[in-house]
């Protein structure tokens, strides 16, 4: 698995639970005290983040940091 590969399935993972609330990026961002285009440059795998704001997240979507770096079954296939 590469660096790219990672940050892609954190990125949908970050997605998929932000629609799953209903959430828009802005109002996650302000959830997760961070900035709205960082929530969209880490749903498209286009920024590393930090550990910091990987807990940040979690705890904005009220899921488990495991959960955001979960491979799916779509995911295994395209690896």
């Known amino acids: 698995m590469s660096e790219?590969?990672?940050?892609n399935i954190f990125g949908k993972n970050?997605?998929?639970?932000r629609r799953l609330l209903n959430l828009s990026q802005?109002?996650?961002?302000?959830?997760?005290?961070?900035?709205?285009t960082y929530i969209g440059m880490i749903e498209r795998a286009?920024?590393?983040?930090?550990l910091v704001n990987i807990l940040r997240?979690?705890?904005?979507?009220?899921?488990?940091i495991?959960?955001?770096?979960?491979?799916?079954?779509?995911?295994?296939?395209?690896s």
Do not use: G, P, W
Not at 30 to 36: E, G, S, T
Not at 57 to 63: F, K, P, S, T, Y
Not at 68 to 77: E, T
């Open 4 to 7: 790219h590969d990672i940050l």
């Open 14 to 17: 970050v997605r998929k639970y």
């Open 46 to 50: 286009e920024k590393n983040i930090t």
């Open 57 to 64: 997240i979690a705890n904005a979507l009220e899921v488990n």
């Open 26 to 36: 802005e109002t996650l961002a302000d959830r997760a005290d961070l900035h709205r």
């Open 66 to 78: 495991e959960d955001l770096v979960k491979i799916s079954h779509d995911d295994k296939k395209t």
